[in-house]
């Protein structure tokens, strides 16, 4: 079976920095024989992603959505609690529009103020009962010099290798989490 999968988020999602045809999302979709369809952009926070985020949703039936912000929000100074809120309604503007599998991504960064982002994208997925897909916690196991072999020098992109992992994971989370057959 063929999905539709549309990616929305910051600039960590939309692969800034790394040419399109290595980004996570291509190399996956290309390996599952799936349209991965990347909605991401690195100026949107999520007041302005959700904007677009609801135009896009309304006119396309996508079979999974993935929503992953952090950076944009924390560089922007919106409140925690606000960038919930607006993860929740791109939850329930997905749902209204009958898609059913909605996976919730943290960012891979580890320290101070992202983190309080991911806690609440961790609180969504468990209120609304959704697969989330946690990257901090896997990059709370590496240790810095590894973490730094995945990330740019600005320490917050990912790197080649670094969508090579995401690619990796989202592999493994798709095909084992959501017991999705992607068979062609």
């Not at 990257?135 to 973490?147: D, L, P, V």
Request: glycine share 4%.
């Amino acid at each position: 079976m063929n999905y539709d999968i549309f990616l929305f988020g910051d600039s960590v999602l939309y692969g800034q920095g790394i040419d399109y045809c290595l980004r996570w999302s291509y190399t996956l979709g290309n390996k599952l024989s799936q349209k991965f369809f990347n909605y991401a952009d690195s100026n949107f926070n999520t007041n302005l992603g959700i904007i677009n985020y609801k135009k896009i949703i309304e006119n396309s039936k996508p079979n999974i959505i993935v929503i992953q912000y952090c950076y944009k929000d924390c560089l922007d100074e919106i409140n925690p609690d606000i960038f919930k809120k607006n993860i929740k309604e791109m939850i329930f503007i997905g749902r209204k529009n009958g898609i059913k599998e909605i996976l919730l991504l943290t960012t891979h960064n580890i320290t101070g103020y992202f983190r309080e982002y991911n806690e609440k994208i961790r609180e969504l997925a468990e209120e609304k009962n959704l697969k989330l897909i946690d990257f901090e916690k896997y990059f709370k196991q590496m240790s810095k010099s590894e973490i730094n072999s995945f990330i740019q020098s600005d320490e917050i992109h990912l790197n080649i290798n670094g969508h090579k992992l995401y690619s990796d994971i989202m592999e493994y989370e798709i095909l084992n989490s959501l017991k999705i057959n992607l068979s062609k």
